[in-house]
């Protein structure tokens, strides 16, 4: 812009506008306008033809659906297991995949690294239902494969799906076997773009392998990590829906230890009895407590180390 006159349209704007316009739609239509129904947790919902019609004729009641939750039990349970996985999976996750990410840069075979990389990618296309049947073929009382090799050993049957102490670690491990792959292609990608000649450099005066890495790579991976973390200090109440209800079977037994929040909304929304408010006040909770804390955690960032903040 010079002497106070905007700059005219161009056709590479144009071009832009239209590369960026589906995912604009895509926003308007499955992030924005669904936003409109978050008012169901402030009404008690009654079907009075149309959606629209019946979330406008609803009563209001203010916070009543928010109390409701405080004062069930179930919340809590589910409330102190999305946190204490989340902050689990997050710290071994990071840990695991930095690791991973540095150790396939480090090999010189780079067919061999693309061989590895695959091996550990493809766990991210199975759907949680191919696992769950696979965990059930090993897990199973009766025909599981680890039950029959503790039966040839001399041992007896274990009831896997009732034994709460052996679930959290477990869940835990699938969660990094499926999803360890696909978290490490950023910090690979990271890596990959860093500038040789510092190695080089790095190398004549010399630096160790462990030198290099803790000197060179880590810290100049310091923004991705960073910002990784951020992003998933959002998610810290979310759940993995098919993790913590389909691999478990949704077994009673081990309730206390895999019901999660994204599990009791689920629950509670088939459930005939409980009110489709309670669940959206579930639902927006969620969402604002994301939002709260990826907002902290930016500012807390930024007046550490501004240049590794979002924004």
Do not use: C
Not at 65 to 76: A, M, R, T
Not at 99 to 126: D, G, H, R
Not at 208 to 219: D, E, F, G, M, Y
Not at 246 to 267: E, I, M
């Amino acid at each position: 812009m010079k002497n106070g006159l905007r700059k005219p349209w161009t056709s590479a704007d144009t071009q832009i506008s239209l590369l960026a316009l589906p995912t604009a739609v895509w926003f308007l239509l499955f992030s924005y306008l669904p936003m409109f129904g978050v008012i169901i947790a402030f009404k008690k919902y009654h079907i009075n033809g149309s959606f629209l019609n019946s979330l406008l004729t609803s009563d209001w009641v203010g916070l009543h659906y928010f109390k409701l939750l405080l004062n069930n039990d179930d919340v809590w349970i589910a409330l102190r297991n999305t946190i204490a996985y989340n902050l689990v999976m997050l710290v071994v996750g990071t840990t695991l995949t930095i690791a991973l990410a540095l150790l396939v840069s480090e090999l010189l075979n780079k067919q061999l690294a693309k061989v590895y990389q695959t091996l550990m990618f493809f766990p991210y296309f199975l759907s949680w239902v191919v696992i769950t049947a696979l965990v059930w073929g090993f897990l199973s009382q009766d025909m599981g494969l680890v039950n029959d090799l503790i039966v040839r050993l001399g041992g007896e049957r274990r009831r896997f799906y009732m034994e709460s102490g052996f679930w959290p670690p477990f869940l835990v491990f699938l969660s990094q076997w499926k999803t360890l792959g696909y978290s490490m292609i950023v910090y690979l990608a990271t890596i990959t773009g860093l500038d040789k000649e510092i190695y080089e450099a790095a190398l004549i005066d010399g630096a160790s392998k462990w030198k290099q890495v803790t000197r060179i790579t880590l810290p100049m991976m310091r923004t991705v990590i960073v910002l990784m973390f951020i992003l998933n200090i959002g998610k810290i109440f979310y759940s993995d829906f098919g993790l913590f209800y389909q691999v478990p079977r949704d077994s009673n037994s081990l309730a206390a230890v895999t019901t999660t929040l994204d599990v009791f909304v689920y629950k509670q929304l088939m459930s005939p009895t409980t009110p489709i408010g309670m669940t959206a006040a579930a639902a927006l909770f969620q969402s604002v407590t994301a939002l709260v804390l990826t907002l902290l955690a930016n500012k807390i960032v930024s007046r550490i180390d501004p240049d590794s903040a979002m924004i």
